[in-house]
């Protein structure tokens, strides 16, 4: 009873549909009223009083009930004509309601109705937000992503076209804007600098991701995006994870030092490209050596047609790249591996202990 009485207060109360709600209430009292005319006049049966004022409403007239008597042609003339009219009022007001709707979501003014998705804060460019898209939905091709922004007026059309995609226009300050957004209802939260290569939107983005926090409670994973990482220290208390927004520099030195290397560290970010680095949670090799891990994931791909390839060990949020072949691994890291979108950690793991 609830649920009803707040969707009949909607339907009345919202922007558009209020005028639209007044209309059907209008028209179905003119034609209630033109029955009972034709009832009471023409003595016509409820139902061929009911196809006689449709009919005459519809202006479609058949013909084959036009009215005999006075009190008939009263009602005709009079609750038809009124009929007509508001009927034309509500096909005009249906057609401004679409067009408000549209408008509304392409300027972004619409609360996110996406939920397991992607929040990105602070559009990062046409070019970036597709190839953004483009990765992500190599993996999941549904998947459903939101883009908040203050400076945006509106989604540019290419992107604005793609399937699922939603705009959210708020400030950062502004509390209405993260309950617009829906953040709590999505995977991951990505948080862009406000100004890029700017060290100084290093604190905006740190009050973006602490509001973040604030509103999901931690549960909703927050990644950010540093400028400067001599400013990581402002984000140690917080609950997201860092990259580095210097990271193609670091591709550009690498590649110098080494050819071809950051070719290879890009194929393996890029979900499109194959295999790619995944995250992984041990729980039945727990107390194995790395040799141990490294020797029996190489022995265990001769037999699987997709395996995946040991990378590094994530302990307290910190990555021991080439790990002594005595290292332990605990109950509480990850591992980090190379394997195809498709691979499953959980039986291949159960696997290793048959090796």
């Not at 990062?124 to 190599?138: A, T």
């Not at 931690?218 to 400067?228: A, C, E, G």
């Not at 194995?288 to 949020?317: M, Q």
Request: charged share 20%; aromatic share 12%; with cysteine.
């Amino acid at each position: 009873m609830r649920n009803l009485k707040k969707w009949i207060n909607t339907l009345f109360d919202a922007p558009g549909l209020n005028k639209i709600s007044g209309l059907v209430v209008f028209i179905s009292i003119i034609f209630l009223l033109m029955i009972t005319g034709l009832w009471f006049f023409e003595h016509e049966s409820f139902w061929d009083a009911a196809w006689h004022a449709w009919q005459t409403m519809t202006t479609v007239g058949y013909g084959d009930m036009p009215a005999q008597t006075a009190g008939g042609k009263i009602v005709i003339v009079g609750f038809g004509t009124m009929g007509i009219a508001l009927l034309g009022a509500l096909f005009s007001a249906l057609f401004d309601y679409r067009q408000s709707f549209i408008n509304q979501k392409l300027f972004g003014f619409m609360e996110n109705p996406i939920k397991g998705g992607y929040v990105i804060f602070n559009f990062p460019g046409d070019y970036k937000m597709l190839k953004i898209i483009r990765e992500l939905r190599s993996y999941e091709p549904e998947v459903g992503i939101c883009i908040v922004d203050s400076i945006l007026e509106k989604l540019p059309e290419k992107i604005a076209l793609l399937p699922n995609i939603h705009f959210v226009k708020g400030e950062i300050l502004d509390k209405d804007t993260y309950q617009r957004a829906g953040i709590a209802n999505n995977e991951a939260v990505v948080v862009f600098p406000s100004t890029p290569g700017q060290p100084s939107s290093d604190g905006i983005t740190q009050m973006t991701v602490s509001l973040i926090n604030k509103f999901t409670k931690n549960k909703t994973r927050v990644i950010y995006v540093l400028v400067d990482p001599r400013n990581s220290w402002m984000f140690e208390d917080l609950a997201c994870t860092r990259v580095f927004e210097s990271f193609e520099i670091l591709a550009i030195v690498q590649e110098c030092q080494d050819v071809y290397s950051a070719s290879v560290a890009e194929d393996l970010l890029l979900n499109s490209g194959g295999a790619n680095i995944k995250s992984v949670r041990p729980q039945k090799i727990v107390g194995w050596s790395w040799y141990d891990f490294v020797h029996k994931t190489l022995e265990l791909n001769k037999r699987a047609a997709k395996g995946c390839n040991p990378l590094a060990i994530i302990r307290d949020h910190e990555n021991i790249l080439c790990p002594a072949s005595t290292e332990k691994i605990l109950a509480s890291d990850m591992l980090s591996i190379v394997a195809f979108n498709d691979f499953e950690w959980s039986k291949f793991e159960s696997e290793l202990l048959t090796v």
